[in-house]
């Protein structure tokens, strides 16, 4: 977004900044299902650490997914990051 006078908000442009930085990482396509985004199928930000857990948003925790996954995530912490929490916890153990 854009000031009356047309001159762009530093928050703004930090916001440009995040998502060029992403899509230098991540590519345009979604971290989750890795499907290219269009006009159809636009980018979010979604908090990789949901940010009840974590309350950063910091660009390491941000990932751009498509609105279907971020929706169907929510709140819920990513398989991966869970098992390496419950692995760490004692609760799930290695079979080998």
Partial sequence: MSS???VKRPADR???AQQIA????HGWR???CRRPFTEALPFTFDHYVPYRFWRTTRLRNLVLACQPCNAAK???LPLTFALL???HS????ATA
């Fill in 85 to 87: 929490l419950l692995r």
């Fill in 22 to 25: 992403q899509r230098k990482v």
């Fill in 14 to 16: 930090l916001r440009r």
């Fill in 90 to 93: 004692g609760e799930l153990t």
């Fill in 74 to 76: 929510a709140d819920s």
């Fill in 30 to 32: 979604c971290f989750y």
């Fill in 4 to 6: 009356r006078c047309g």
